[in-house]
């Protein structure tokens, strides 16, 4: 699978960031800044190289994390519909119900709390039992 440079850098940004060695060099910078204090008699400017390093820092590790939860996300909800595709019982209305509206997901979620305080519904799907409701929004 062909990626572009973003996908490859932030692949490569996201894993170095979340290991030991980040950890480690992030720790040893902080040291090295406060035991320059003294030489720079802890002045205003000294202040502003850490906090302006760290609040850039910060902002670009924003998007690289949220790309990376995207890309989790995605490949759980694949993996997901793959599961729900495969099981006879379950019911394939829901392969998409990330797009249900918010309000559309409280409803789904509350049908499927009732299903399960009653031990009868065990081995039942609430979207086959839900069926004619739900295939209203996916016409």
């Given at each position: 699978m062909k990626n572009n440079f973003f996908d490859r850098f932030s692949d490569r940004a996201v894993c170095f960031?979340?290991?030991a060695g980040a950890f480690a060099g992030a720790s040893l910078m902080v040291l090295i800044w406060a035991?320059?204090?003294?030489?720079?008699?802890?002045s205003e400017v000294w202040q502003m190289v850490i906090n302006t390093?760290?609040?850039?820092?910060?902002?670009?590790?924003?998007?690289?994390i949220q790309k990376a939860?995207?890309?989790?996300?995605?490949a759980?909800?694949?993996?997901?519909?793959?599961?729900?595709?495969?099981h006879k019982a379950a019911s394939n209305q829901m392969v998409a119900i990330e797009d249900l509206t918010e309000d559309e997901l409280d409803q789904l979620h509350q049908l499927y709390e009732k299903l399960g305080k009653y031990p009868?519904?065990?081995?039942?799907?609430?979207?086959?039992?839900?069926?004619?409701?739900?295939?209203?929004?996916?016409?």
């Open positions: 960031t979340g290991s035991a320059t204090g003294p030489v720079f008699k802890f390093g760290t609040t850039i820092i910060t902002f670009l590790m924003v998007f690289l939860q995207n890309k989790d996300s995605k759980i909800q694949i993996k997901l519909n793959e599961l729900i595709a495969s009868g519904n065990k081995n039942k799907s609430a979207g086959k039992n839900n069926a004619p409701q739900m295939q209203d929004r996916y016409k």
